[in-house]
């Protein structure tokens, strides 16, 4: 395949995925010089720090240069592929198209056919073919320009004797299991998380620390307000925050940046695949409500890989849920170049003490949960750990 | 069982009910004294007298709204339009009135119009037209059109006898060349289709005079093809089953229509297949239809705007190819 004189070459250039990102990187290409695509067709797949999307084809035609390859990062607007386009003076391919034949006023059309002799059957040819599990393949068609007709696929199914079907569906012999298969390695967002991760426990001192907290108001009102618990957490830790700034910061080296916003990253998980965290910008602005509706919005966009680079950044506290399982605690890792990480797990009821405000003790049913705060050593001390999380249970046992 | 004519049949209809049912009444213009235009209740005023067989006015609207006020208090009036091209002078009345006061009041409007509709004789545009589409567009009206004596007489009786407003479309062409053995006194024909001839490669779908055309155009075996010819008998309501049934036998289909072809009665049973057939078919649904023209006087014109048998014969020939 070459392209005429008359193709029109447009380029292919790395898009702008987010109003802060200057680069992508190129994952892989899905053509080859010389390859035919259609418009938006996914020609490549690209990647910026967090995010991996695919780029769509800007025009219908034939690949002829591919100027960036796989693994290469360049910046926004780099041309990394040219297409030359089809312009409408040049027909869809109709090489095998017999030219000259004549048609009646009865508007019949005919089916049309690909060059490569692909053909095309007619619903109730698929349909009986289905049925019979007819290989459409070996049918010749006696129809116009070899169609295959119904009589045809009769035709073949009386000539044809339909194989005898096995004596029962499903045998209880089992081959042997097989070895494992070496998988090659990593995806990229499984090596992404593991340098993060493995970054963060190199370079901070992490500590964690835990405080039992009584979740009956909050369970009473998060019935009542129809929100989820996590997005009370969330509005007690940004207040906590509030109290307590030195833990909504950023520690970069030696340099230790208190910051005014609240941007609460929430992790997400996308099940095999991994996980991400989404930060919900300005969170101190939105009450609980809001917070819900921010926190579902960015994990329904996370499953769905709908997020921007600008989604997964500047986050200044992190918040991690992955209690729906039943688990209760956990030693997050600290989300670099943050300082804290607070852990929310299952609320369990237990028996529990309380005092009444008499003095006198008894033992109650109280729905429990325990909060840990992963915590960076090099930038606070434990004292003001606890502080924080004092402040966080009492801000949750104080909901209304 | 005697041999009629269609036309004598549709006499034959009116007769019986006549003597059968004090209710039944019959209004036209010169349907009295001079026996119609085209002499189907010749000779009825003498036996039924004026009051139950009415000349009117040259006013189909008159003749709609009074036959609609006659059915509301129990009466079973038959209208007859002297031509079913002069039914949009009534339009109004039937479409409006009578086609939704059961859905309006909860009355019932037991009103037989008969439409002598069609073209074949250098009628020219106001004396030729197949109106019925107008009708079936319109809810709570009722459209049926035979193609034979028997037809003619059997689905009279049953318009007659149905509570809702029925559009009778009696083909004009059909009146003196459709001869066949009819049952004598009253019997009702159903709304349904009936297989005209049954076949496994094609269905010819037709209805009213395009059945004899369809019958004509296969009758030479069209190079040993079976062909199904399928006679709608009632427009509405339409026998999707039976449409569907002979779609799924045949997987290849051609409608005619002796109406325009634009919204005509064989482009709703095109969609119905289109929705609910399509994995019966085994070829495009093909139309051979009158063009979107007014029907010509003039002779030579008028047989080429016309579905004819050559022009189905061929249609049949491509598709069977197909």
Redesign the interface.
């Known amino acids: 395949m070459s392209s005429s004189p008359t193709d029109v070459l447009v380029d292919v250039t790395m898009p702008q995925m987010g109003v802060s990102v200057a680069e992508g990187t190129v994952v892989a290409w899905r053509v080859e010089v010389g390859d035919s695509i259609e418009a938006d067709a996914t020609i490549a797949e690209i990647s910026t720090d967090k995010i991996d999307t695919e780029v769509p084809s800007p025009a219908s035609g034939v690949v002829t240069e591919i100027l960036v390859p796989v693994e290469s990062t360049v910046s926004v607007g780099t041309v990394m592929a040219r297409i030359a386009a089809t312009g409408a003076s040049q027909p869809q391919s109709l090489d095998g198209e017999p030219a000259g034949q004549t048609r009646?006023e009865?508007?019949?059309?005919s089916l049309p056919r690909a060059g490569n002799g692909h053909r095309r059957y007619?619903?109730?040819?698929q349909?009986i073919a289905a049925e019979h599990g007819v290989d459409l393949e070996q049918v010749s068609g006696t129809?116009?320009g070899g169609?295959v007709?119904?009589?045809d696929v009769l035709a073949f199914m009386e000539s044809a004797p339909v194989e005898e079907p096995p004596l029962h569906i499903e045998s209880p012999y089992r081959p042997d299991p097989v070895a494992p298969v070496v998988d090659g390695g990593l995806s990229r967002m499984r090596r992404q998380i593991g340098q993060h991760m493995k970054r963060s426990l190199e370079v901070t001192a992490t500590c964690t620390t835990w405080i039992e907290v009584d979740m009956s108001r909050v369970e009473a009102a998060r019935t009542r307000v129809g929100v989820t618990g996590l997005s009370f957490v969330a509005r007690a830790c940004i207040d906590a925050l509030r109290e307590h700034p030195a833990l909504n910061a950023w520690l970069d080296g030696e340099t230790y940046t208190r910051l005014s916003d609240v941007n609460l990253g929430i992790a997400v998980s996308l099940g095999d695949d991994g996980l991400i965290v989404p930060v919900v910008q300005r969170a101190h602005e939105l009450s609980v409500e809001g917070l819900a509706a921010r926190i579902r919005d960015v994990a329904r966009r996370a499953r769905a890989r709908e997020l921007t680079p600008d989604d997964v950044q500047g986050g200044t506290f992190t918040i991690t849920n992955p209690g729906q399982y039943g688990s209760i605690m956990a030693t997050p890792i600290i989300n670099l170049p943050q300082v804290a990480i607070l852990d929310f797990e299952a609320v369990i009821k237990r028996a529990v003490v309380v005092t009444d405000a008499d003095g006198n003790d008894s033992i109650a049913i109280r729905p429990m949960t325990i909060l840990g705060l992963s915590w960076d050593h090099r930038a606070l001390d434990g004292a003001l750990a606890a502080q924080f999380l004092a402040t966080v249970k009492r801000l949750l046992e104080s909901v209304s | 069982m005697p041999t009629l004519t269609y036309l004598q049949a549709i006499s034959s209809a009116l007769r019986d009910e006549l003597r059968a049912d004090p209710r039944v009444l019959l209004m036209g213009e010169d349907i009295g004294v001079f026996g119609g235009a085209f002499k189907v209740t010749d000779g009825f005023v003498d036996e039924f007298g004026t009051d139950r067989v009415m000349d009117t006015p040259l006013a189909e609207s008159g003749i709609i709204g009074t036959a609609i006020g006659a059915a509301v208090v129990g009466m079973r009036p038959v209208c007859e339009m002297q031509f079913s091209d002069f039914i949009s002078c009534g339009f109004d009345q039937l479409v409006n009135v009578a086609g939704k006061m059961h859905y309006r009041q909860g009355l019932a409007v037991p009103i037989t119009v008969r439409l002598p509709s069609g073209g074949g004789f250098s009628g020219g545009p106001f004396h030729s037209q197949n109106p019925e589409a107008w009708f079936m567009h319109s809810p709570g009206i009722k459209v049926v059109a035979p193609s034979t004596a028997s037809d003619a007489k059997g689905l009279l009786h049953a318009a007659i006898h149905d509570p809702n407003p029925v559009c009778y479309m009696e083909h004009k062409h059909l009146y003196r060349r459709v001869k066949g053995e009819v049952p004598s006194g009253v019997f009702e024909t159903p709304f349904t289709a009936r297989v005209a001839q049954p076949g496994s490669d094609l269905v010819v779908i037709a209805y009213g005079a395009m059945v004899s055309v369809a019958m004509e155009a296969v009758s030479d075996g069209l190079d040993g093809a079976s062909v199904e010819v399928l006679d709608l008998r009632s427009l509405v309501p339409l026998d999707e089953e039976a449409i569907l049934d002979s779609v799924e036998r045949c997987s290849k289909v051609v409608i005619i229509d002796e109406a325009n072809s634009t919204c005509a009665a064989g482009a709703q049973v095109a969609a119905l297949i289109a929705e609910k057939g399509f994995e019966s078919l085994d070829g495009p649904v093909v139309r051979v239809a009158t063009p979107d023209v007014p029907i010509p006087f003039s002779p030579p014109l008028e047989a080429a705007v016309l579905p004819g048998v050559e022009r189905v014969r061929e249609a049949c020939r491509e598709l069977l190819a197909y």
């Not at chain 1, 009865?106 to 059309?109: A, E, G, Q, V």
């Open positions: 009646t009865t508007p019949i059309p007619s619903p109730v040819v349909r129809g116009r169609r007709r119904k009589q």
